[in-house]
């Protein structure tokens, strides 16, 4: 098994742009989350699904998207790319809500 | 408001010796917490978790203890080995919100 992946690993942007951060897990695991780690602090939730079709904020949603149309994908989406979403960003996922997570390598985004 | 909060940015220790990690939590009647350990460029991953029904829970040289009254947990580590240098970040399960990280430095 793959466990969870997320793509790419390295993304440089410009402010202003957007993307999708990509990731999908093979566990057939009803929940996903998503954290970014800034440099020396811990994990700050995102959003997170609880299976497909249901997505909701964590505790640092703004400028940030999700969707959640197949249980193996949740992508990560950013409108428009500020210098504060420089960040590692983590994706996971767990069975349900009584389980340990499995997380994916990280995406390492800079927005300059 | 953070709920979990691990308040030791870091801690080095020698090796042979116990490490202690510290977190401590709030607003958590029935739940429970789980360490994750974290290596350089690479994700989380599970190492040990406690139930809010039990006091202590262990796996070979990792001994997590759970306070209710005082709203503490914390992580041993012993032996400590130069490979358990990493982050270790305390969660709580039913939100997975998670501490800010203990960098744990073992000495050789």
């Known amino acids: 098994n793959a466990g969870v992946t997320q793509t790419p690993k390295f993304r440089i942007l410009k402010i202003g742009q957007s993307m999708t951060l990509q990731c999908t897990q093979d566990?057939?695991?009803?929940?996903m989350y998503w954290y970014r780690q800034d440099p020396g602090m811990g994990l700050k939730l995102i959003y997170y699904s609880v299976g497909a079709g249901i997505t909701d904020k964590g505790e640092v949603p703004n400028g940030y998207n999700v969707s959640r149309s197949t249980t193996e994908d949740f992508p990560l989406r950013l409108e428009l790319a500020a210098p504060s979403q420089t960040s590692v960003y983590f994706c996971?996922?767990?069975?349900?809500?009584?389980?340990?997570?499995?997380f994916g390598q990280g995406t390492r985004l800079t927005v300059v | 408001d953070q709920q979990v909060k691990q308040n030791s940015p870091s801690l080095s220790v020698q090796e042979g010796r116990i490490s202690i990690l510290n977190c401590d939590y709030t607003?958590?009647?029935?739940?429970?917490f789980l360490w994750y350990k974290k290596y350089p460029a690479e994700g989380p991953t599970f190492l040990i978790s406690?139930?809010?029904?039990?006091d202590k829970n262990e796996d070979g040289r990792f001994t997590v203890f759970l306070n209710k009254s005082a709203k503490h947990l914390s992580l041993h580590i012993v032996p400590s080995q130069p490979g358990d240098s990493a982050v270790y970040f305390c969660?709580?399960?039913?939100?997975?919100?998670f501490g800010a990280g203990t960098r744990l430095t073992v000495k050789p």
């Open positions: 607003n958590s009647m029935f739940d429970y």
């Open positions: 996971a996922s767990r069975t349900g809500g009584d389980t340990e997570a499995f």
């Open positions: 406690i139930s809010s029904i039990k």
């Open positions: 969660a709580r399960n039913n939100d997975m919100r």
């Open positions: 566990m057939n695991h009803n929940y």
